[in-house]
T-cell receptor
């Protein structure tokens, strides 16, 4: 079993919809939880991160961490075609040195 | 800054050949990471360096893989001999470790390797 599990999708939603992306994990030592966005034929870019449990909001994006359930989510409100990309969750115990990534969820926003 | 630079962007080779991938990290960054991305396994960390010294190579799949960082501005990942199952996109990333809670890893555009 992988340390981090992520539904690969693909996920297609109409423009303006709320998108929910999720990951589960098994390593209790993980303290940092990140979401990366990867456009086609590009490298991943950090979208946002959360330390320990709780919520974090940045514009149309909200990240949630539930450590008791070992479950993290990324919500995208008012989704736009420019949000079409692969979203990867990533986690680490100590910060940014050694990240464990999910396989990524491919998201398409339909105009 | 130009960001992390990787070369070549695409590489097609035949099984058994040696392959060398190159990376130039962002100037001033003191950590460098090599990753491999496939559909089945996602993004996997192969090895990372701190101040040019390899810190953790536990992700390197086999002895056929080797990585070096002769100076702060250059690193190579070599596969010898290459096999079809090595076909993947290889990413290089770098960080400048600071005092913040989290330091962002900046990824290069990747090298798409196809081994026939």
């Amino acid at each position: 079993q992988k340390e981090v599990e992520q539904d690969p999708g693909p996920l297609s939603v109409p423009e303006g919809a709320i998108v929910s992306l999720n990951c589960t994990y098994s390593n209790s030592a993980f303290q940092y939880f990140m979401w990366y966005r990867q456009y086609s034929r590009k490298g991943p870019e950090l979208l946002m991160y959360t330390y320990s449990s709780g919520n974090k909001e940045d514009g149309r994006f909200t990240a949630q961490v539930d450590k008791s359930s070992k479950y993290i989510s990324l919500f995208i409100r008012d989704s736009q075609p420019s949000d079409s990309a692969t979203y990867l969750c990533a986690m680490s115990a100590w910060g940014n040195e050694k990240l464990t990534f999910g396989t990524g969820t491919r998201l398409t926003i339909i105009p | 800054d130009a960001g992390v630079i990787q070369s070549p962007r695409h590489e097609v080779t035949e099984m058994g050949q040696e392959v060398t991938l190159r990376c130039k990290p962002i100037s001033g960054h003191d950590y460098l990471f090599w990753y491999r991305q496939t559909m089945m396994r996602g993004l996997e960390l192969l090895i990372y360096f701190n101040n040019n010294v390899p810190i953790d190579d536990s992700g390197m799949p086999e002895d056929r893989f080797s990585a070096k960082m002769p100076n702060a501005s250059f690193s190579t990942l070599k596969i010898q001999p290459s096999e079809p199952r090595d076909s993947a996109v290889y990413f290089c990333a770098s960080i400048q470790m600071g005092t913040g809670e989290l330091n962002e890893q900046f990824f290069g555009p990747g090298t798409r390797l196809t081994v026939l």
